[in-house]
């Protein structure tokens, strides 16, 4: 997920798509604690796009 890609979109859309960030990262930590998580990377890449959403609700004045 790209930063130019997010500043497209509406704050209710970011926000929407923050919060599917955080269930999916809850996901594959819970993945992990079990041993089930294979690509253990993908806990990284959803961090990083829960920030990049967080920085861009910033810019457009989204209460983060």
Request: net charge positive.
């Amino acid at each position: 997920m790209k930063a130019s890609e997010l500043r497209t979109k509406q704050p209710d859309e970011l926000k929407s798509t923050l919060l599917d960030l955080h269930r999916e990262a809850f996901s594959l930590r819970m993945q992990q604690a079990t041993g089930q998580l294979g690509k253990s990377h993908q806990i990284k890449s959803v961090r990083r796009d829960i920030a990049r959403v967080n920085m861009v609700l910033a810019e457009k004045g989204g209460k983060v």
